[in-house]
């Protein structure tokens, strides 16, 4: 089982494994791969404790129920899959600022972690209101062949490319 | 089987595989988005690459369904601009925020809280949202093949084809 303890993996190579998993699990399930509608229910839970009313009268909760589906499951299974994997290959340790982000923003964690945050609104504003994420869309919607996939990915990477740039200027400094 | 066994299981291998593959750091997903990096594309592509195969040739046989996602140009065009502009700042998708976190890539968490609200203004905005944009160019649940009228085996060749000359392509540059 060495390969299980390598720190990395050909892309095609894990890219094929991932592909295969996805035809299992459509399958043996009926489950195509997506995470963004997990983050609503999440929403939804924690928005129904404190108002309960309000979420039941709203449109979208109802559309999107709170309420632990397969997806759900699927989604910290991804956190407990990474994990393992970084156990095994003696990878797992904290790291409080990306290395790339530190080179050109600097050590500073709350400027990152607020960036993050910030960051992570506006990733799930434009993932709800395109219907899907890059696993939706990205994997299950190009599988498919569906246009608002193809439509849908090549729209999340012009924008953040744009932004890279914006951040990081042109050019290649990294390394 | 349990849905929700079979929606952890799944998420545990995919988790792990995208460890191994190394596409859940902020450093790979920028490096993309700053054309530097072609590592998740190169992961992404080959699992749809594998994904597409699999799936029309067990829809062929009627063994499974798809599960297409509405084209709404609005909704798909808007929504994934927006998604790109946070995915460039946050540096993580929704799946690979919470593989991330279990690599003990903590930034990740003020990320994933981020992405809670943004679910959360999302819904907020909702009903309106879904009298505007998300009625802006809707074509319904279409695939390439159907919109062309041609056999999806040779739109699966073309893309087949297209992927593995990108793959060649990157090699070549080092990217």
């Known amino acids: 089982m060495n390969v299980l303890r390598e720190k990395k993996w050909s892309p095609y190579a894990a890219g094929a494994l991932a592909g295969i998993l996805l035809v299992l699990s459509v399958f043996i399930t009926g489950k195509y791969f997506g995470a963004s509608t997990t983050f609503v229910r999440a929403a939804g839970f924690i928005e129904q404790a404190v108002a309960p009313d309000k979420v039941a009268s709203m449109d979208y909760f109802i559309k999107e129920k709170a309420k632990v589906d397969w997806q759900f499951m699927f989604v910290i299974g991804v956190l407990l899959g990474s994990l393992v994997s970084s156990w095994i290959s003696k990878e797992k340790k904290a790291v409080a600022v990306p290395s790339m982000w530190e080179g050109r923003f600097g050590p500073s964690r709350m400027r990152r972690w607020v960036a993050a945050f910030l960051g992570g609104i506006v990733v799930m504003f434009g993932a709800r209101l395109a219907d899907g994420c890059p696993s939706g869309h990205g994997l299950s919607g190009l599988a498919q062949i569906a246009l608002s996939g193809y439509i849908s990915l090549i729209c999340f990477f012009l924008g953040g490319v744009i932004i890279a740039r914006m951040l990081y200027g042109g050019g290649n400094s990294h390394e | ?175």
Not at chain 2, 154 to 169: E, H, N, P, Q
């Open chain 2, 1 to 175: 089987m349990n849905e929700l066994l079979a929606g952890v299981i799944t998420g545990i291998f995919f988790g792990f595989i995208m460890q191994k593959a190394q596409v859940i750091r902020y450093d790979r997903q920028l490096g993309a988005l700053r054309l530097q990096d072609m590592t998740i594309v190169k992961f992404m592509l080959t699992t749809i690459l594998i994904a597409m195969v699999g799936i029309y040739f067990l829809l062929d046989l009627g063994l499974i369904k798809l599960s297409i996602k509405p084209l709404i140009l609005g909704g798909n065009i808007l929504g994934g601009l927006i998604f790109g502009v946070g995915w460039g700042i946050v540096g993580y998708c929704p799946a690979t925020a919470m593989g991330a976190l279990g690599e003990g890539r903590y930034d990740s968490v003020f990320g994933l809280l981020g992405m809670m609200v943004g679910a959360g203004i999302f819904a907020e905005f909702y009903p309106m949202l879904k009298r505007t944009v998300l009625t802006w160019g809707d074509f319904g649940r279409i695939t390439l093949p159907a919109a062309l009228g041609i056999n999806h085996w040779l739109i699966i060749v073309i893309l087949c084809a297209a992927f593995i000359g990108l793959f060649v392509w990157f090699e070549k540059k080092g990217l």
